[in-house]
């Protein structure tokens, strides 16, 4: 197991901002690919955004324009900043972390094997 813990989530109004964090382990081999999912209560999980170890990024159509995915590599903490927040927002928000995902699987909840507790984000209108 890999621990991840996920910080940050709260009550927000629409137009505001918020930062996610999620502290992984220091075993960083297995935190190679990580990624943000959120999930509304009986809906699917979806993929919001994705890292891998070069840097590059992945979004939901969502997501672009208005979230932002890094990763402090020293510390292994993985944040999402997130601008422009709307009402359809609102979910339960997840950190993952995988060894290896493929290319097309970036963004597909399958592909991760470590997942945290998660973090609900809450926007009102």
């Known amino acids: 197991q890999v621990p991840l813990v996920e910080v940050g989530g709260g009550a927000v109004q629409a137009s505001g901002s918020l930062r996610l964090s999620c502290t992984a382990s220091?075993?960083?081999?297995?935190?190679?690919?990580m990624a943000w999912f959120r999930q509304v209560l009986g809906t699917e999980l979806e993929g919001v955004a994705s890292?891998?170890?070069?840097?590059?990024?992945d979004y939901a159509d969502s997501a672009k324009g208005r979230f932002t995915i890094f990763k402090d590599r020293m510390k292994n903490i993985l944040y999402l900043q997130m601008n422009s927040v709307v009402p359809e927002d609102t979910a339960m928000y997840y950190c993952a972390a995988a060894r290896s995902v493929s290319r097309e699987g970036r963004l597909r909840a399958s592909q991760y094997q470590y997942w945290g507790q998660g973090t609900q984000v809450d926007v009102s209108s």
């Open positions: 890292i891998d170890p070069y840097g590059n990024t």
């Open positions: 220091q075993d960083t081999s297995s935190t190679e690919y």
